[in-house]
């Protein structure tokens, strides 16, 4: 399955964006979005169960983000509000490659999409 990430952008701090994931076939699996900002390690934001049952997020996003998925139009999305500086990074989308999804871990994600830039400004 291929991935297309798309809907990043510049936004001032307090705003918010959403940035969707379409992938070119339907997917029974997990999906999930991921974050690298320069100079650090690409880092779980959140993921979502291929039905839409069961979602994690990472603390830092708590509360601010929100993942969902239509799979009509097999696409998944993150809306984030209230952003911060920090959240600056490339965001990307990955479909589970394992059971263990649910922690987080690179490792267990595969097929990542080219990635879509968010720009939180001060």
């Known amino acids: 399955v291929q991935l297309q990430a798309s809907g990043g952008g510049l936004v001032q701090a307090g705003g918010s964006l959403r940035v969707s994931c379409a992938a070119s076939?339907?997917?029974?699996?997990?999906m999930g979005w991921f974050r690298q900002a320069p100079g650090k390690e690409r880092e779980f934001v959140a993921a979502i169960s291929w039905n839409g049952a069961t979602t994690y997020y990472a603390d830092s996003v708590k509360g601010r983000f929100t993942i969902s998925g239509d799979n009509a139009k097999n696409t998944v999305y993150l809306q984030m509000n209230s952003l911060k500086p920090e959240d600056t990074a490339v965001y990307y989308c990955a479909v589970a490659a394992g059971s263990s999804w649910y922690k987080g871990s690179v490792a267990d994600f595969g097929s990542w999409g080219q990635g879509t830039q968010v720009t939180v400004s001060s």
């Open positions: 076939r339907r997917t029974v699996s997990a």
